[in-house]
């Protein structure tokens, strides 16, 4: 297997952790709903977006340095909240934020996670975000708001577009859970692979460490999978959003606009920025690609809330195209899941500079010196002035 220096792509840093996960975990990370039609057009609908090469340009000193709501970030990119990291690799979470802190850029921790809040923020020196999942427990909730702010979090992210869960045909295949259940067939694939299970022997985190001992009611892992599965709220409304940025207090972010018009909503909420998502293709397939809607959103609310996206990036040339259509910020989730199933706190790493790199390169060539002057004119549309 290569060492982490010679992967130069992310796609090259997929088909390593495809070798080093077990294949239920790996699906879980590289999966969509149903034909998995919306999760192929959130990469594809990227290399329809054409950007303008212009030569004979000042190239040297060079900046990434941005902001995303108001904080100073390397790049514009942050890891987005993905739910089972720690099944990627032993102790998922802690590692990406550590990863993330060390490169100056956001780690956003699931609800679902393994590694549990006070976990990350007992194992980095700054803050980091955390992702809200609203629950029929409201009491459950408040506490999981509660537990963000004892471990300073600086912003919460509110996922919109889970109320019901969308249906990933892999992961009903494949029986996954976590821990895993030893049947023959989880069992063959965690013996094929002594690292992942040498890592996962070494830890305590094996389940869903944000819920359990936590919520009312779980105390063991099979009342845990019939919690969680029973226990997202279809019910969850605007007003919600409301109650949540009051009880909250700090910056907040809502994750899972799609359409224009719920932009236009969630911009009078009063939310510090929005996130264009379709939940990586996981929840309605048929969906629009977040790229393709990006520009409408970004028209739709101008400069009433920051925008930013996630869905499709692989490349730093992504995180540009993103930029040039009024994104802010973007987020890599796939991306930084590969790199942790192939090589941990390095693999991460590893990543964030592949992606670096590209951006770095392309803001370049497309005759730009700081990416905060990146907009729409960098792009090539033949028949637009």
């Known amino acids: 297997m290569p060492a982490l220096s010679g992967v130069l792509t992310i796609e090259e840093m997929k088909q390593l952790a495809r070798r080093r996960v077990p294949k239920m975990f790996f699906d879980y990370a590289d999966s969509g709903a149903w034909t998995e039609n919306t999760y192929r057009a959130n990469e594809e609908d990227f290399a329809k977006v054409k950007l303008r090469q212009r030569v004979l340009v000042d190239m040297t000193n060079r900046s990434l340095e941005s902001t995303m709501i108001g904080e100073k970030v390397s790049m514009p990119v ?25 490169f100056g850029v956001p780690f956003t921790l699931s609800t679902m996670s393994i590694c549990s809040i006070e976990d990350v923020a007992e194992n980095t020196t700054k803050p980091f975000w955390f992702q809200l999942y609203v629950m029929r427990d409201r009491d459950f ?9 004892a471990a300073k979090c600086s912003a919460l992210v509110l996922t919109l577009d889970l ?8 992961d009903l295949r494949n029986g996954l859970s976590a821990p895993p259940k ?20 070494g830890t305590k985190r094996h389940t869903f460490r944000n819920i359990a001992g936590h919520a009312k009611g779980v105390t063991d892992l099979s009342s845990l999978s019939t919690w969680t599965s029973e ?17 909250w207090g700090g910056k907040l972010i809502l994750k899972g606009i799609l359409d224009a018009e719920d932009a236009r ?11 264009v998502s379709n939940h990586g293709g996981r929840q309605l397939d048929g969906a629009p690609s977040s790229i393709s809607v990006l520009e409408e959103i970004a028209q739709a609310v101008g400069d009433r809330v920051e925008i930013h996206l996630d869905g499709g990036i692989r490349s730093g040339q992504d995180v540009l195209k993103a930029l040039c259509l009024g994104a802010k910020g973007t987020f ?35 005759g730009k010196r700081d990416i905060k002057d990146v907009g729409p004119d960098m792009l090539y549309r033949p028949g637009r002035s």
Request: with cysteine; glycine share 10%.
């Open 78 to 102: 942050a890891i987005a909240p993905t739910g089972l990291t720690g099944m990627q690799h032993a102790d998922g979470e802690i590692l990406a934020a550590q990863a993330a802190e060390a």
């Open 163 to 170: 109320q019901i869960l969308g249906q990933r045909h892999k």
């Open 141 to 149: 909730v408040n506490s999981l708001i509660d537990r963000a702010k």
């Open 332 to 366: 890599i989730g796939r991306p930084f899941l590969y790199g942790l199933g192939a090589g941990g706190k390095a693999g991460v790493t590893r990543t964030l500079e592949i992606i670096r790199r590209e951006l770095d390169i392309t803001l370049a060539l497309c």
């Open 231 to 247: 226990q997202f709220d279809p019910r969850l409304s605007w007003k919600d959003v409301a109650w949540i940025k009051e009880r």
């Open 182 to 201: 030893f049947t023959p067939k989880h069992i063959w694939q965690m013996a094929a692979r002594p690292n992942w299970c040498m890592g996962m022997l």
């Open 265 to 275: 909503m969630a911009a009078g909420t009063g939310a510090d920025a929005i996130i």
